[in-house]
């Protein structure tokens, strides 16, 4: 286990390192920020001092070596915009992302794993044929599109909720969160559905495949031979059979939740990271994007890691850091 952890750290590293170049290089020498953050009627001084309090006068060498000092404090660098770290910024609107990739991955679970399990168990049937053409929608339709739907049905049609915001917040042990108040819930409901409707399909698809292959294997027949209720049968044989590969799944997609949430952000103006990643790009505001690309990869290369330790508890054959 401490070769596994030890190992999985120096990845990790590597892994940083190599996106921290790729990306620095490749956003830095994209654009010039000081045409958009200072004025037509700017004099040519005006301009020397600004780019020179930016940085941007240096080599782009020696701009990526002080962000990687800088970095190795935990500074990923100030916000052109607005004058403050960058990694403050991203943690100030992370938890509205994380508020809405729990909720849409919780959505898909409860959804999409039940219509799975019945549609696998009644293959053929009109339940299974009609859960799997909808799924089809759920993988064809653009998710910009889906949201646009929604708030022209729930909200401009019906009135039923609302269509951007955050809504008001509410505090239980010292957590503030929407889902705390009625109103939070309703900002949440829309924005949610939109970014889970993808995941619900795939979920789906992958637990009705794992269904049917694990109900034709023999120790699903020798419990039935044996007596066993089809209810147990199905929860503690065959839904065991299928976690390993639905936690796989539900762990990548938890990640580009948050990754690919910008879409959804963007319709719902909704105050998280993704919509903070598109002002930036539009305001060419480099240390904000460098530094959100980077928490990303961190927080993908963390979930790996937890996927890694449930694997071993589902099934006690998998063991850690290479042991046989």
């Known amino acids: 286990m401490t070769v596994f952890i030890i190992r999985r750290l120096m990845q990790a590293l590597l892994v940083l390192f190599v996106t921290s170049l790729i990306v620095f290089l490749g956003v830095y020498a994209i654009g010039n920020p000081i045409d958009i953050l200072v004025p037509d ?3 040519e001084m005006e301009r020397q ?8 006068d240096r080599p782009l060498p020696v701009q990526y070596g002080t962000f990687l000092l800088h970095a190795l404090h935990g500074d990923l660098g100030t916000s ?5 770290p960058s990694i403050s910024l991203i943690l100030d609107r992370l938890p509205a992302t994380l508020e809405l990739a729990f909720v849409a991955l919780f959505l898909a679970i409860v959804i999409g794993m039940p219509l799975g399990i019945i549609a696998g168990l009644k293959p053929g049937s009109r339940f299974d044929e009609g859960v799997m053409t909808t799924s089809i929608l759920g993988f064809s339709l653009p998710n910009f599109w889906q949201g646009m739907m929604l708030i022209m049905i729930f909200s401009v049609w019906l009135g039923w909720l609302p269509s951007t915001g955050r809504g008001q917040m509410g505090s239980f042990l010292g957590i503030h969160s929407s889902l705390f108040t009625l109103d939070g819930l309703a900002h949440l409901i829309l924005p949610a559905i939109n970014l889970s409707l993808f995941k619900i399909s795939l979920i789906i698809r992958l637990t009705r495949t794992g269904v049917r292959e694990t109900m034709l294997l023999d120790f699903v027949k020798f419990a039935r031979a044996r007596g066993v209720p089809e209810t147990r049968i199905v929860v503690v044989h065959v839904l065991k059979n299928i976690l390993i590969p639905i936690v796989t799944v539900v762990g990548m997609e938890f990640g580009s939740i948050i990754a690919f949430a910008v879409v959804t952000e963007t319709i719902f103006a909704w105050p998280g990271v993704g919509k903070l990643l598109i002002d930036a790009v539009m305001r060419l505001d480099r240390p904000v994007v460098v530094a959100y690309i ?3 990869v961190a927080m993908f290369i963390t979930i790996n890691f937890v996927v890694d330790l ?4 589902l ?6 850091g290479g042991a046989k």
Do not use: W
């Open 294 to 296: 980077l928490v990303v």
């Open 49 to 56: 001092q600004a780019i020179h309090s930016l940085g941007l």
């Open 315 to 320: 099934d006690p054959r998998i063991r850690l």
């Open 80 to 84: 052109f915009v607005f004058n403050q």
């Open 41 to 43: 009627d700017a004099t």
């Open 310 to 313: 449930i694997y071993s508890l």
